[in-house]
């Protein structure tokens, strides 16, 4: 499974934006599919997750009420819509995929990553 993130850019704080992650090969294997991101000197953390079907999520407590994951299987495509966005979500956004039917949090269960895309929130 290949996959391609975009979508990302310079917003002010309270603006939104929408990342997307395309992917490709084989994406039948991709049950379960997540954002991460990683800000300068930080760990890596998962964001939101969300199963195969779309009826299971995952959020992060930082990010609850402001983030939506979302993925459309026909396109084989992820979706994570930013709204009110705060100056401690800039970092770098990884999409990425892992083979269970259950959502798993730990970075080690995710086989597939794409390549990122840099979010920047000034305040």
């Known amino acids: 499974v290949q996959l391609q993130a975009s979508g990302g850019g310079l917003v002010q704080a309270g603006d939104s934006l929408r990342l997307s992650c395309a992917a490709s090969g084989r994406t039948d294997s991709s049950a379960v599919m997540a954002w991460f991101r990683q800000a300068p000197g930080k760990e890596r953390e998962l964001v939101a997750a969300i199963n195969y079907s779309g009826g299971t999520t995952y959020y992060a407590d930082s990010v609850k009420g402001r983030f939506t994951i979302s993925r459309d299987n026909a396109k084989n495509t992820m979706y994570l819509q930013l709204d009110s966005l705060k100056s401690e979500d800039t970092a770098v956004y990884y999409c990425?995929?892992?083979?269970?039917?259950?959502?798993?949090?730990?970075?080690?269960?995710?086989?597939?990553w794409g390549q990122g895309t840099q979010v920047t929130v000034s305040s």
């Open positions: 990425a995929a892992a083979r269970y039917s259950s959502i798993v949090v730990d970075t080690s269960f995710y086989s597939y």
